[in-house]
């Protein structure tokens, strides 16, 4: 009798499988980049980098494209154009074209939020001038898919390097919907036939208001967040170090200033509201770095020379981040969060988007700069 | 019907057991979406609306065990007759029966739409909750000490999903908790109300009581897993709050299960589809749990068979289940549950302890004379 239960209940769960829908691994096309783009009409095209199963090695060479008012709809167009049954389940890269991102892209995010299977670890990025451009830029140059390149370039900088800031769905959406940030993400140009990280785009709310060269990528990574391990160099005046210098070559010689090369061992951010009246910001940064390279041979074995060299260090780095700063508060977008500063030390702990807006371009902030070189390398 | 039941001894289990019991029965749909209610109400102080609702929990069961402990070896279907009389003890009685019912299908309704959103939207409910259903007949079937066995096992072997959530941790911005200490003390108050569905489940001490072997070591085990719960409630709800966007929040219906949509390994891309998959193991002690309770509520009430009643209430599930479709529906469900639970377990308990301290004693005198 047990027997006879045990068993009947085992075929019934068994049959009851069947009622989940099938795939076929072969039958598949798993979306793995994708690019918006803005087209006539409120219209968008979507262009799908697609992975099969079935291919040797796996990549699809033709994209597949798609037309429609929203991203769903636009998918739903693309799949009459393919064989397969496109599942968006492992989609690691969202492209967005130029012209989308000065509209917004929020309702485009929508989807991608709402659809719980698609995983909040994608990275979205914008390209210019459209996705539809990168995506399918001729392969030859590079060895593999372009979407995979892509995300390729965002993921393996990541971890060591800062560049490009890699922004997954939900880290956009977080500093969408807080109020006193915005968002910030990577801009992906074509630049001698190789797609690359070409600028920073800032965004105000959802749309995109401006750029900022890549040479500003690391600062402001920085001033964003801490950063381990990385390189950077730097351009400063020769004046101030001419005493210290070996005099293997005279000081007439040098023409174009002493240029050093540094690596970054850990860099610490914070930043207060020191004046609640007149608005004033305190940005303290703190670097500790190495010295890689340096163009002139200065005395190091000088403990002022070194301390000499770090303030002026630290004096061009205040600098720069003014210059970055001064271009934000322009196009009135508060990247690097100092809205929600000026919010925690409300009395009631909230402030209105609106309010922020008003006050933000008027807010002035001190940067103050401290490195340190810990290591200058096997010589002096 | 006897007021104390007779259970025989080798129905029984030991105290250290009520741990898993506990966590087993109060975790589970509700947990993951728990963070979205409570900070609706307290905001970034939703974890001190928690830590108040722990407060509660103890002072509930704490007068729960008080009640119990004023008769021999009674349940609550025991003593409501013993208080109310044959015909409103019975009533009362039937009431907790019919909300065990309510929440066992609100508890799979819920379910089984997080696997239509986050798996298969096009799967039929019916087949859904056949699976869960033969699963849960299966269990009853076995009695208590196959129940409490599960709930061991499964508490512990679904233990490991709190540890992915290093990941979400990683990615929190502190900033979303200052200013602290701003909400009201009404607010706080709602907030603790906002976790009271996710923290039902105690209930069954009133129903298993009778079955516990060392009644006297019983309060370490039911304390500790009561804290277990609390401290998953809080866990997560703290990473959310730090995690999403306020304005987001408040529009994430499974708060929790989102959290897992980051983690990722080379081994496994999407660890969230395995989270949703394992979370069966962490209903299924409180289906099965509320389904025991249910057949022998109605055992000791009406002297029905427990397999009847489980047969019976499998079937009504299932007619449920086919026929309610539309996800406002199972929220209009799950939230009048909430309601009702909220009356029916925190406040009703003490509402029942004076009557029957005021019983005992009015009996006692009585007893001597009859000497």
């Known amino acids: ?380 | 019907m006897e007021i104390n039941s007779n259970v025989k001894s080798r129905l029984q289990f030991p105290a250290f057991y009520l741990f898993f019991i506990m966590y087993g029965a109060q975790t589970g749909v509700g947990i993951m979406g728990v963070p979205k209610y409570i900070f609706k109400e307290a905001k970034q102080d939703s974890w001190i609306s928690i830590l108040l609702a722990y407060i509660l929990l103890i002072t509930i069961v704490s007068v729960m065990l008080v009640i119990l402990k004023q008769y021999e070896n009674a349940d609550i279907f025991g003593i409501q007759v013993d208080i109310f009389g044959k015909w409103i003890g019975k009533l009362f009685g039937t009431i907790y029966i019919l909300y065990f019912f309510f929440t066992l299908l609100s508890i799979l309704l819920n379910y089984i739409e997080v696997i239509k959103v986050y798996l298969f939207p096009t799967i039929s409910s019916f087949s859904m909750g056949l699976l869960f259903i033969i699963l849960i007949i299966y269990c009853v079937l076995g009695g208590i000490r196959t129940i409490v066995g599960l709930t061991f096992f499964f508490v512990i072997l679904s233990s490991w999903i709190l540890f992915p959530l290093y990941d979400p941790i990683t990615r929190m911005d502190w900033d979303h908790f200052v200013p602290m200490f701003h909400a009201t003390v009404p607010e706080l108050l709602k907030g603790t109300k906002a976790t009271t569905y996710s923290i039902t489940g105690f209930e069954l001490l009133f129903v298993i009581y009778p079955f516990i072997q060392n009644k006297e070591k019983i309060k370490l085990p039911l304390f500790l897993g009561l804290g277990y719960t609390i401290i998953s409630i809080l866990i997560v709800t703290v990473i959310s709050i730090g995690y999403f966007s306020p304005l987001d929040l408040a529009d994430i219906d499974w708060a929790t299960l989102n959290l897992f949509k980051n983690v990722s390994y080379s081994f496994i891309e999407r660890l969230d589809n395995l989270i949703i998959f394992e979370w069966m193991m962490v209903i299924l002690p409180n289906l099965v749990l509320h389904m025991w309770g249910m057949t022998y509520g109605m055992k000791r009430l009406y002297k029905i068979s427990q397999k009847t009643t489980l047969y019976t209430a499998s079937i009504i599930t299932l007619i449920f289940i086919s026929f309610i479709k539309h996800d406002k529906d199972v929220t209009m469900l799950t939230d009048s549950i909430a309601q009702i639970g909220f009356w029916l377990l925190f406040v009703y308990p003490l509402i029942l302890l004076p009557i029957v301290l005021v019983k005992k004693k009015m009996r006692r005198p009585r007893a001597e004379v009859k000497k």
């Open chain 1, 1 to 380: 009798m047990k027997l006879i239960q045990c068993s009947l209940l085992i075929m019934v769960s068994l049959t009851l499988v069947s009622c989940i829908p099938t795939k076929e691994i072969e039958r598949i096309g798993v979306i793995t980049s994708r690019g918006t783009d803005q087209i006539e009409d409120g219209e968008i095209e979507t262009t799908l980098m697609i992975y099969q199963f079935t291919k040797k090695n796996g990549m699809v060479a033709m994209p597949v494209f798609g037309k429609g008012t929203t991203i769903k709809g636009a998918l739903e167009n693309a799949k009459l154009e393919s064989n397969f049954d496109l599942v968006e389940g492992k989609i690691q890269l969202e492209l967005y074209g130029m012209e989308l991102a000065k509209k917004g892209i929020f309702p485009y995010l929508d989807t991608l939020n709402r659809d719980a299977r698609l995983p909040d670890s994608m990275y979205l990025a914008i390209s210019v001038p459209t996705a539809k451009e990168i995506l399918t830029k001729d392969e030859q140059s590079i060895s593999n898919n372009v979407g995979e390149h892509l995300h390729g370039i965002i993921e393996e900088n990541a971890p060591d390097h800062p560049i490009p800031p890699r922004i997954t769905l939900q880290s956009f959406l977080t500093k969408y919907y807080d109020i006193g940030i915005d968002p910030t993400l990577p801009i992906i140009g074509i630049e001698d036939n190789i797609p690359k990280i070409k600028s920073i785009a800032i965004f105000r709310n959802d749309k995109l208001v401006g750029e900022i060269e890549s040479k500003y990528l690391l600062l402001f990574k920085i001033l964003e967040q801490t950063v381990k391990n990385d390189k950077f160099q730097l351009s400063l005046p020769m004046k101030p170090f001419e005493k210290y210098l070996k005099g293997y070559r005279k000081p007439s010689q040098i023409k174009d200033g002493l240029h050093i090369a540094l690596g970054l061992v850990k860099s610490k951010e914070h930043s207060s509201l020191v004046d609640k009246q007149n608005k004033l910001f305190q940005t303290n940064i703190t670097l500790d770095v190495n010295l890689l390279e340096i163009s002139e041979s200065i005395d190091l074995s000088d403990e002022k020379s070194l301390t000499l060299l770090e303030k002026e260090m630290g004096k061009k780095i205040e600098k720069r981040a003014q210059e970055i700063f001064a271009r934000l508060q322009e196009m009135n977008a508060d990247s690097f969060g100092y809205g929600k500063i000026y919010r925690m030390k409300q009395k009631n702990g909230k402030l209105t988007e609106k309010e922020w807006r008003e006050i933000y371009p008027n807010i002035k902030v001190e940067f103050n700069v401290k490195t340190t070189i810990s290591r200058h390398g096997s010589v002096d």
